[in-house]
């Protein structure tokens, strides 16, 4: 199956990239070997906003098209970005206590607009597991899905003003890898970082798209069998 | 725009059936002001008894009074209905979905500007802040806040209030919603009352304008889908 | 060889990568078994509505 080549494929080109982020790219002059956790965090970043990305967007084609692909693809989004939005956090954590000195910094943009998306992103899983008629809960759950799609931008800006009014001492970002433009060893490394773990929320994506489908059609058919003699369902008591 | 005029008449009978039931004693707000006073007054015991640290945490006091309660006054706005029974009619009724929208995002605004009227003059007995010279400012931030609150408050209270958990579940989706809207409107509050000493007053303002209407716009598009059964 | 002041560092490296490398894992093995479960769930169905599969019902039997 094309899956599971992928799914290895995927495997292979993580411990590839891990394998050249941990012992075949140097350290960084200033950030030292900590340096090397920011490849890991901002491969993560980005997947982690692509696939809110992709649920905000199945969730408008939900609510436009009531197709339960939409809905299927948008829970995968969703459960695979507070997967990925976790691993950024935690990987800013890391990295923040050897090079800040502390865990947490309230001024950097990127993170605290990670915890919050985090929290959003859970307030959707959690409002669809309280739900029990599917069709309910897709369009429950596209609601917020698209709140929280609007909010995301207004988070960063509002965060990226706090901090630049009250600019501390100039403090690193994660980011700056890329800004003034990094050597290129630190470009590879990030890209190589990027590419594997793509293949690996790929894979990730289509198989919990898949039983996302089979979860819905068990449903169905569940509570089809509940009535038998009927085609469509009858409103099922309240959820 | 007869239609126009259909919807404000529409929400306008909505709002008003809320103020009605609110005067006769359905306390689905006026329980949450009592609420709003007590933890202005636990925040001074967990935060105190330093005056300076006290003035200096104001704004952020007064917000999280405001937002924390009204979460509980939106919650009840549409809860109170629902156990009345009167939430499926107001379903029913062949009225455009955002008219009722708006109905209860009025209502849901008068709330919060009650309670932004109530914590005011507490947070300056409490916290000892001096006020007088930016009230006018003031007042326009809590309005804008409320306005902000109210409509994505409304838009989910009617999406949580048919759900068994709804008490925890309602929060648990406004308060990280509405953490922008709490930054602007608190980084606002401290401008003002310092004399707006960094010009920062301006882009606050336009971001809570801005969180204002993408929330209204939200509400009023989804709102119908929230009421559907 | 190793700069012994990098090696609190590397501690911090190493929760990063094994931790993320490592639930990511776990979440991508508990998918699959979840997914094994799902599919054997359907392709033996436990309902006692007649399946397409049996034969129709003869009314003169």
Do not use: C
């Not at chain 1, 002059?29 to 920011?38: H, V």
């Not at chain 2, 009345?84 to 209502?107: C, M, N, Q, S, T």
């Not at chain 2, 849901?108 to 001096?130: F, I, N, S």
């Amino acid at each position: 199956m094309a899956t599971r080549v992928l799914g290895i494929g995927a495997l292979v080109a993580v411990a590839g990239a891990t394998t050249f982020a941990l012992v075949g790219v140097a350290a960084d002059l200033n950030q030292g070997e900590a340096q090397r956790i920011m490849y890991i965090h901002v491969a993560s970043a980005w997947l982690a906003y692509l696939s809110f990305g992709v649920t905000a967007a199945t969730s408008v084609w939900w609510l436009v098209r009531r197709d339960p692909r939409a809905d299927a693809i948008a829970l995968a989004g969703a459960e695979v970005g507070v997967l990925f939005t976790a691993a950024t956090i935690w990987a800013g954590m890391m990295w923040g206590r050897p090079v800040w000195g502390t865990y947490w910094q309230w001024e950097d943009p990127r993170l605290t607009t990670t915890a919050l998306l985090l929290a959003l992103y859970v307030g959707y899983l959690l409002i669809r597991r309280l739900t029990d008629e599917p069709a309910r809960r897709a369009t429950r759950a596209a609601v917020v899905g698209i709140v929280a799609a609007i909010d995301i931008p207004i988070v960063h800006f509002s965060v990226v003003w706090w901090r630049g009014l009250h600019q501390g001492p100039t403090f690193m970002s994660p980011d700056t890898i890329l800004n003034p433009p990094a050597p290129g060893q630190f470009v590879a490394a990030l890209l190589l970082m990027l590419g594997a773990f793509s293949l690996a929320w790929l894979w990730l994506m289509v198989n919990r798209y898949r039983l996302a489908r089979l979860d819905w059609e068990a449903e169905e058919s569940a509570r089809r069998g509940r009535l038998p003699g009927l085609v469509a369902a009858a409103p099922a008591p309240r959820p | 725009m007869t239609a126009v005029v259909r919807h404000l008449a529409v929400a306008r009978a909505i709002a008003a059936k809320d103020l009605r039931a609110e005067l006769r004693g359905r306390q689905a707000v006026t329980s949450t002001l009592f609420l709003a006073a007590l933890t202005l007054l636990i925040f001074g015991f967990a935060l105190g008894p330093d005056r300076a640290s006290l003035a200096a945490a104001g704004p952020g006091l007064l917000w999280l009074a405001v937002i924390l309660s009204g979460v509980l006054a939106v919650g009840r706005l549409h809860q109170l209905e629902m156990e009345d029974g009167a939430f499926e009619l107001l379903a029913l009724y062949p009225v455009p979905r955002a008219a009722i929208y708006l109905g209860k995002a009025i209502g849901g605004l008068a709330a919060m500007l009650a309670l932004g009227a109530l914590v005011l003059p507490l947070t300056v007995v409490l916290y000892a802040l001096d006020v007088a010279s930016a009230l006018p400012g003031l007042v326009l931030v809590i309005g804008l806040g409320a306005l902000g609150f109210a409509a994505i408050g409304t838009l989910y209270a009617g999406l949580t209030v048919r759900l068994r958990a709804r008490e925890v579940l309602l929060p648990l989706l406004l308060l990280p919603v509405v953490a922008p809207l709490l930054l602007a409107a608190v980084s606002a509050t401290a401008s003002l009352l310092a004399g707006d000493p960094l010009g920062e007053l301006g882009a606050w303002l336009q971001l809570l304008i801005g969180y204002d209407l993408a929330m209204l716009l939200a509400g009023g598009l989804t709102y119908g889908l929230a009421l559907e059964e | 060889m190793i700069d012994p002041a990098a090696i609190g560092d590397l501690a911090f490296v190493a929760a990063a990568y094994t931790v993320i490398l490592g639930g990511t894992g776990l979440y991508a093995l508990i998918l699959a078994r979840r997914l094994r479960g799902a599919r054997q769930a359907t392709s033996a169905p436990a309902s006692d509505q007649p399946r397409p599969s049996d034969p129709p019902i003869d009314p003169r039997a």
